[in-house]
């Protein structure tokens, strides 16, 4: 399955609500859940593979780009609303799997509630904190048709290659810390 790359007009459209009893949208869900895995993403959008449907993958774990991952079970949302959040926002770092090559710092607030169905069509409230609450208001975004390049400060843009080595020097500092 492609992964549509920006400059895709797919990746600026406001993606639509869906029906989980659907066959189709429990064929595309399935498809994104291989997908996430088979890349090791984080999370995925239906519009990243061609799809303007409000579903959503979060796939947290631990990498050696993101150390800190929390690990959970890759999961489906769909119809996801943001209800509320706190007005604490923490500032990190960001990649997507359709913007190759890049990863940016962005603002994102600490803890989201949401309410959405999943993928049996039951509904949810629960409550996203951290890095989970990163990647959902990350995945959300794109069901709105933005990025997170167009939240990036342009001096916080840089390559993979870069930002393995900021990792890496952070990752060594916070050793030499250990007592
Ligand atoms: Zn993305």
Known sequence: MLIYQVGAPILRQVAQPVDPSEPAVQKLAQEMLQIVKKKGGMGLASPQVGYPWQIIVIASHPNDRYPYAPLREPF??????????????????????????????????????????????????????????????????????????????????????????IVQSKMSATRRNLP
């Open 76 to 165: 489906v949302i769909i119809n996801p609303q943001l209800i509320s959040h706190t007005s604490e926002v923490e500032t990190d770092w960001e990649g997507c799997l359709s913007v190759p090559n890049k990863r940016g710092q962005v603002d994102r607030y600490r803890q989201v509630e949401v309410h959405y169905l999943d993928i049996q069509g039951r509904e949810k409230k629960e409550v996203f904190s951290d890095f989970i609450a990163r990647i959902f208001q990350h995945e959300f975004d794109h069901l709105q048709g933005q990025l997170f390049i167009d939240k990036v400060p342009p001096q916080s843009l840089v390559s993979e290659a870069e930002y393995r080595q």
